[in-house]
C-alpha cells in the first residue's frame, strides 16, 4: 500500500505531467524522492489501478491542508511592486477549471452556459485565490461549482484577511456588504467600484482625490446602516487618440501622505499580475486546453490543491533565486 506521504506527493507531481500517464507521473516522482534520500528509499512501480486507489484514500482534505499550512507571503520589503504604503499588496479574483466530464462531476460542479441555450463542452470547477502582486504566490484560495458566484466564494478569503496588507479587486467583486467586511478584518483595500456606485461627497483633498461615504442602496435595514468613510480616486487612461478609460477606485487609505493618488492607481493596475497568476496556472503549468483528469468531486478538489500546491513551490523557487 503507497504511504499516504508519496500519495501527496504524487498529486503534486501530476501537476507537472498533466498529461502523462499515471505511471509516467510515478516515475518522474520517485526518481526525485531516491534522489532525496541519496538513493537510500527505494519505490516499486505500482499499478494505474493501484495509484487510483491510493489517491481516492488519501482525498483532497489532506492536500488542501498541505496547502494551507506552507502557503505564506513570500516578497521582502525591499521587493517595492509588493507593498504599498508599507503594507503587502494582494489581489483578488477567480477563473474557472474545465474538469473530466463525468455525471458525478457535472452534478456537483456543473458547466457553463455559452450561449443559444447550450452549455460548456465540459464541467468546470472555480477557484477563487488571493496572490501577492510581486511575487505571484497564490496565498489563500477556495475551489466551489461554477453555479456559486465569485463574490459568494470569496466570503471566506475575505474573512482570513488582516492588518498589514491592501487588497485589490476589480468592479466585479464590490458591494457595500462585502466591502464592509473586508474593512472589518483590519485589512486596507483598493477596489475599483461600477460607475452606478455613488459615493457620497465629504471633502475634497488637495491632490484631487475626495473623501466620500459609501452605503448600501438594498438589502435588510440598509437606510438605517452606518456609512463607510473612503477615499474615492477618479481617472482616465487613453485606450486611443480620441477615446479613454475611466476608472473609479475607493480605498480605505484616505491620508494623501500616506499614499498619493499617482501610487494608488499604479498599485491598482498590478492587480491584473493575478490574471498572470492564473495564467502560469492554466496554460504554463497544466498546459494549454488540458482537462484535468479526475472523474469525481473529490479528486478534482485534490488534484486542484495539488496544482496549487505545486504552482506555490515554482514561486518559492523563483524568489529564493532572486534573493540569491
Not at 461549482?145 to 491592501?166: F, K, Y
Request: charged letters at 25%; aromatic letters at 8%.
Amino acid at each position: 500500500m503507497l504511504p499516504a506521504r508519496v500519495v501527496a506527493y504524487f498529486t503534486i507531481a501530476m501537476a507537472l505531467n498533466a498529461d502523462g500517464s499515471y505511471e509516467d507521473v510515478f516515475a518522474d516522482l520517485v526518481d526525485g524522492l531516491s534522489w532525496a534520500s541519496g538513493w537510500e528509499d527505494e519505490y516499486p512501480s505500482p499499478s494505474a489501478s493501484a495509484i487510483f486507489q491510493a489517491r481516492a484514500r488519501l482525498g483532497a482534505d489532506p492536500v488542501e491542508a498541505v496547502f494551507r499550512q506552507v502557503a505564506k507571503p513570500l516578497a521582502g520589503h525591499e521587493w517595492a511592486d509588493s507593498w504599498l504604503a508599507g503594507r503587502r499588496l494582494l489581489a483578488i479574483d477567480g477563473t474557472t477549471l474545465d474538469i473530466a466530464d463525468t455525471p458525478v462531476n457535472d452534478a456537483e460542479f456543473g458547466r457553463p452556459g455559452v450561449g443559444r441555450g447550450e452549455q460548456a463542452a465540459y464541467p468546470q470547477a472555480r477557484v477563487v485565490a488571493v496572490a501577492e502582486t510581486g511575487t505571484h504566490a497564490v496565498i489563500d484560495a477556495v475551489v466551489g461549482d461554477t453555479g456559486t458566484g465569485e463574490t459568494t466564494l470569496a466570503t471566506d478569503l475575505i474573512d482570513r484577511l488582516g492588518p498589514g496588507v491592501v487588497l485589490t479587486a476589480d468592479r466585479g467583486f464590490y458591494s457595500f456588504r462585502l466591502f464592509q467586511r473586508a474593512v472589518a478584518t483590519g485589512a486596507d483595500l483598493l477596489w475599483r467600484v461600477r460607475s452606478n456606485v455613488k459615493p457620497r461627497h465629504v471633502k475634497t483633498l488637495a491632490d484631487g482625490t475626495w473623501l466620500a461615504d459609501v452605503s448600501p442602496s438594498s438589502g435588510r435595514g440598509w437606510r438605517t446602516v452606518t456609512p463607510m468613510r473612503v477615499r474615492v480616486i477618479d481617472y482616465e487612461i487613453a485606450t486611443s487618440e480620441d477615446s479613454a478609460q475611466s476608472y473609479r477606485l475607493l480605498t480605505t487609505l484616505t491620508d494623501p501622505d500616506e499614499a498619493a493618488a499617482e501610487d494608488l492607481a499604479a498599485a491598482y493596475h498590478r492587480r491584473w499580475e493575478i490574471e498572470s497568476v492564473f495564467d502560469e496556472l492554466k496554460t504554463h503549468q497544466r498546459g494549454p486546453r488540458i482537462v484535468l483528469r479526475s472523474k469525481s468531486p473529490d479528486l478534482v478538489r485534490q488534484e486542484i490543491w495539488g496544482h496549487l500546491c505545486c504552482h506555490f513551490a515554482i514561486r518559492v523557487l523563483m524568489a529564493e533565486t532572486a534573493w540569491h
